[in-house]
């Protein structure tokens, strides 16, 4: 059976994607490493120490590249989050999760049966995280119990914000409370050196930002917090109990491997992909859309409002559905069927030819049903 | 960077892989939904729900095929196994787990803090496991606190050895335990119904036994157990906390459901691959290795006793990496480099005439280094 995907050859501005894309070197490698438990040809016990295909070799080079003690592969950001928590739970414990946080960080507190105190942001249109408030809620929260973590989402799926970590991790550690920084949107796109940032812990996807097939993912950490966090199996000495073993074996593994020296050049070129969210943004708000989140903004993740495109959907027949299915017959994915209110979109490795067209058409959707918002 | 996998054009009898060599429908879809996150195009929330590509529908197929009233999909038997666990754990509580269990048991069990008693098997040679022994060690076990959950290994991965599993779940369910079935290396190469076997849980694995890219694997289980083991989240109300909203996210996922209707297939062919496995097992047997586990043996896992290998390793230069060696330089693999004394090797879907290639090597070798034995 084999099923084609409907999307393949349009413009893809989905924040989910964008930054997901293969490289040629990562297909190439989907066919050689594709049979299921190939990367385990000669494993000698656990994943990340595997010679050939030389994984261990990756490993150490992504714990320089992220400026991390000690690098494991999982299969996702969300599952590194877990794997963090669940270590360092304990019973009525909390964590400290700023309000912009992806709902998988909730998730995995309540899996691990954490307490979530939350660090409001400033509300509309910035919806801005302030770093000071995390000792406000550190504080409030200590009164109720002990508090094992703080997450800082850098950035949010949101609205693109990014806070200041270095700031945020100051005060943390100033409560002792050690902080993971979500990376999913960052590590792959930018330059992030946890150590630099005195972070904890880092969390990164591939499939998300590093140019893989999924499902795998980075967790980076201190050397210190391994004992506990990667802490080995009583009766298999050589076995990480919150890896299960092991984790990504397979195949995306190998196209994360096979786009790392592309991703390692890319996030150099981050300054130019902010620099063309901002034109992108610019043009936007020219047609009368409205960017929330940060301004100016400094991620290629960005939410527009789209009041415009809300009234037309009212007084047409396909109602919220008539902007995606605008889209798609112009070939370009990314907008969500059925949102008009606003909508997120991602520039990242778009080019800017492709993004006009994405520009022409929201502008020609808007003349299109300019009438019917005056009948 | 490019990467070969130095084993492509050799025979594969390791049994890790024998059941997860894509078919040619599954490699196309690698290129086709290799970019991250392809799968969630058209997501509305969660991934079993998906309808494009229709994932959705594939469940239900699944859960047809495997005679569950429920499926997920996750990321391998392991983080099945977990997901259950982790969902019926109690403080102080025990798991009842056959002795030939998989590593990744113990830790899953080890990762939810639950109490691990082991149901003994015979020993050499056949390592049976006996039904009735889980009586046994039920009512040895609820002295020491409450048993949440039994797991029998279906076949296991040792020795290929398949329990009466009916047996087991009625002992089992007298003593009120639910069971889980490890058909890591059973579902997609046996056909398994988990309601008319009565079993609680069912989990197994795509890049082991169907066909497919890892991580991938599936998770089946009675409708009664749906509340606890999929309970979803307070605040996000479509997501199932065990599966951190979502799992296998990712091409894996495509592979397995393109592998589907060849997997439906050729599970009804499985009594002749039983044949072919005796076949081999008498051949080695000729030769003087000795087949451990039961006899005749009902799986195409298989562990061979091969003390004349251990005997000349003890003369040779290479020591224990000699057969790995003379294997490797005929384009065999799937014996773990080192060993000698005893070996795994699988019979799945190799064809015969290959398997004539594999047992004239062993016969090759042995003559070979026969004189070694005689000085």
Redesign the interface.
Known sequence: ????????DFINI?P??T????TE??????????????????CEGSLHDIK???IKDFVQQLAEFLDCDIVRIT??A??GK?VVM?SLAKKDAWIIVDSNAH??T???A??SGLNVAEVPNSGYPEFKIYEEKFADVIEETKKKGEVVLAVLTYPDGNYGNLPNAEKVIKICHEYEVPVLLNCAYSIGRMEIKANELDADFVVG????S???????GVLGMKEEFAKIVLRK????KN?E??L??C??????L??L??S??HVKERVKRWNEEVEKARWFADKMEEMGFKLLGEKPHNHDLMHFESLQFYEISKKVKARGYFLYKELKKRKI?GIK?GRTKSFKVSTYMVPKDKLEIVLNAFEEILEKYKHTLES
């Open positions: 059976m084999f099923i084609p995907r409907q999307t393949k989905d989910l994607q930054g997901g894309i293969l070197d990562a297909k190439r490698m989907l066919l050689e490493w594709g049979d299921g438990y190939s990367v385990c040809d000669f050939n295909p030389p299969t996702g969300r599952e877990f669940h709902y998988s909730f998730i995995a309540e899996r996807s591939g499939h998300k590093m140019a893989s097939a999924g499902p795998v199996s009583e009766r298999f076995k109990i919150e299960l073993g984790t990504a074996r397979g195949v995306p190998m196209t491997m096979a790392f020296p994915h069927p």
